[in-house]
């Protein structure tokens, strides 16, 4: 199933080019700046993969697209503090908000689904407790049927 998401595909590929990228970094800065933006990447990587293995998606996809808006503010920072060239960082940006907009739609679907199984849920509740109600006071009456009059 993993394989057919595409925002799964796109994010690994993602992973490659900033590991590649990141090897680029100033030698002070592997183990700060460097890690923090590749950690965070996986973060999203290790979201998907998470998401995808979950019956309720919704809060998992919200935790892995804060994750890469974090990555985002990073490769920003990157971006100012020269580690990377404007261009390298326009490409990262645009991937970023690819992933991103893949993201918000499964949440948006996974929202829907999980909104439409609640609302299905309650009314099926109501129902049952309609039910029971019915019966109660058929109950009633067949008792007070059956009970001698006094």
């Known amino acids: ?34 890690q923090k933006v590749e950690n965070t990447a996986l973060n999203v990587l290790e979201g998907i993969i ?3 293995n979950e019956f309720e998606k919704t809060a998992s996809l919200k935790k892995t697209i804060v994750e890469l808006d974090k ?14 060239s404007f261009q390298q960082y326009e490409f990262g940006v645009m991937q970023i908000d690819e992933i991103g907009r893949m993201l918000g739609g499964m949440l ?12 299905k849920r ?5 129902r049952i407790n309609l039910e029971k109600k019915v019966d109660e006071r058929k109950k009633d009456k067949d008792v007070n049927e ?5």
Do not use: C
Not at 114 to 119: G, L, N, R, T, Y
Not at 122 to 126: I, L, M, T, V
Not at 146 to 150: C, L, V
């Open 1 to 34: 199933m993993l394989d057919d998401l595409k925002v799964f595909h796109k994010t690994y590929e993602f992973i490659k080019w900033v590991h590649s990228l990141l090897n680029k970094f100033p030698k002070g800065e592997k183990y700060t700046m460097a």
């Open 146 to 150: 059956i009970a001698p009059a006094g």
């Open 71 to 84: 990555l985002r503010v990073f490769f920003k920072m990157s971006k100012d503090l020269q580690f990377i």
């Open 122 to 126: 309650k009314r099926f509740d109501e």
């Open 108 to 119: 948006n679907k996974f929202a829907k689904f999980e909104q439409d199984k609640i609302e």
């Open 50 to 52: 998470q998401s995808n």
